[in-house]
């Protein structure tokens, strides 16, 4: 494993970070793992499909809304936490600006689906949904993760994670329940943000004299728009699905693309935790800064190849163990959503971990431009004559473009420095044998749970006995580690 240079940069403090972040994310991938096979076999495709493509629209206006501020909030509460008064009038802007644009969205919102016919028919799922827009505009999670509080964030979601799964499977029984469920959720969010806002005042104080709300506005317009061409993208596959395909389809793709997110949200934790260490020796300490760099692309493409690659190999049986035969047809589209996960995994270090620390977040702008023309032409041409498959292609098209292009904003001696050739052909001849394995039980076992449980343990073993063949340095490092706690 590449060590960081500086003694400054404290590993176990990163990793305990990162544990607690995890934390979080593993209860992201566990809830949905506990609940959708029950809600897809309780609601069945097309209200799923109905779920999906009000929660796809519902984030235009939170990502509207939240102008950039949690990736903007994190790395500027990360920059004055060390003045507690500076911190707090920064905190006080920050949220008083999220007041009123919160406001806005939802106005907004209510209007667009009082006016479209096709999200008028089910108004009151997305008058539902709606309000997320104000409890996650004001969730300030930016707070926490710029202060580093990871433990908190980790802690609270335990609680309240916990508490929802209980209630749905408590409420939620029969097919018309859906708009229970949406509650539910909603309900969830709430209840966080009202936790959050009081937990803060333990840190700062919520000013609302003597405030310049206008300095962040340049700045903030800049994460904004970066914020709003991500999800203009990455949401284009429901909105298309949601007009010009049906409800079917968009449920079998909802059950694929979740499985695909789940993998790269967890994957996307190390760069979360990383930020703020990042942010702050960008321009100080460039040594430190790149050192840092090497040792997290190392560690993200040691899980992330392997995972697209497992994903790939397991999909048939996955898609009926996870949802129901009745989502069996899901498996044509995580095929190819598979791929998303070593794309997205890439994209995402590229992003957070090289070109905002870098301050490049106008430079992003042609990315994401990009993926924006890239994904929305895929879908036009391919949605209404395939439906989930051509939304999952459209996907990809997309987030591989984004990829190229972040790829190419930055530095060829950032790039040279923090991968290495022989490491990745490594890792990715590993992620070929791991499908290999996990792929091998179908043809001798008949599919279904226990083949599922046999693929996996088969792939993951051969990638880890590959690797400690090799001698791998990180594997064998984070093995050390883990012997020592």
Request: hydrophobic fraction near 55%.
């Amino acid at each position: 494993m590449i060590e960081p240079v500086n003694a400054d940069f404290k590993k176990s403090k990163v990793l305990y970070n990162f544990f607690f972040s995890s934390l979080s994310t593993f209860l992201n991938m566990v809830v949905p793992l506990l609940t959708y096979p029950y809600i897809a076999r309780i609601l069945g495709p097309a209200n799923m499909g109905k779920l999906g493509v009000a929660a796809s629209l519902t984030n235009y206006f939170i990502v509207a809304a939240s102008l950039g501020l949690p990736v903007y909030g994190m790395r500027e509460i990360a920059r004055t936490r060390s003045d507690r008064k500076t911190m707090g009038n920064t905190a006080s802007e920050l949220f008083i600006i999220s007041l009123f644009s919160s406001a806005i969205s939802t106005i907004v919102y209510t209007i667009i689906i009082y006016v479209v016919p096709q999200y008028r028919n089910d108004f009151g799922l997305f008058i539902i949904f709606g309000a997320t827009i104000i409890t996650s505009t004001l969730f300030i999670e930016w707070f926490f993760q710029g202060i580093e509080q990871f433990r908190y964030i980790g802690l609270r979601n335990v609680f309240i994670k916990a508490a929802f799964v209980i209630c749905l499977f408590l409420m939620v029984k029969k097919e018309n329940d859906y708009k229970i469920y949406a509650l539910l959720f909603v309900g969830s969010s709430f209840i966080a943000m009202v936790v959050n806002v009081l937990s803060a005042t333990r840190y700062v104080r919520f000013s609302f004299k003597r405030l310049n709300l206008f300095r962040h506005v340049e700045p903030m317009i800049v994460f904004a728009i970066l914020s709003f061409l991500i999800t203009a993208y990455t949401n284009l596959d429901f909105l298309f699905l949601g007009l010009f395909s049906d409800n079917v389809q968009a449920g079998f793709y909802y059950i694929s693309i979740r499985l695909a997110r789940m993998i790269i949200t967890f994957i996307a934790t190390l760069s979360t935790v990383l930020m703020p260490k990042l942010a702050a020796s960008a321009d100080t300490r460039p040594e430190e800064f790149r050192s840092i760099l090497r040792w997290s692309a190392d560690l993200i493409v040691l899980f992330a190849l392997p995972a697209g690659a497992g994903l790939f190999a397991v999909s048939g049986d996955l898609a009926v163990v996870f949802a129901g035969k009745a989502f069996a047809a899901s498996a044509s589209s995580l095929r190819i959503t598979a791929f998303l996960v070593p794309v997205v995994a890439l994209s995402n270090f590229l992003q957070m971990q090289i070109l905002i620390p870098q301050k490049k977040e106008k430079k992003m702008l042609i990315s994401f431009f990009t993926g924006l023309f890239v994904t929305g032409a895929a879908m036009a041409l391919l949605v209404p004559r395939t439906g989930q498959i051509g939304a999952a292609w459209g996907m990809l098209a997309g987030e591989l473009s984004v990829l190229i292009v972040h790829t190419l904003l930055c530095n060829r001696s950032d790039a040279r420095t923090i991968f290495d050739r022989k490491t990745f052909l490594q890792y990715f001849a590993g992620a070929i044998l791991c499908a290999a394995f996990a792929y091998g039980p179908v043809f001798f076992m008949n599919g279904g749970a226990v083949r599922l449980l046999v693929s996996i343990v088969a792939g993951s073993s051969a990638y880890f006995v590959y690797l400690v063949m090799l001698k791998n340095e990180q594997l064998l490092s984070l093995l050390r580690y883990i012997r020592k706690k």
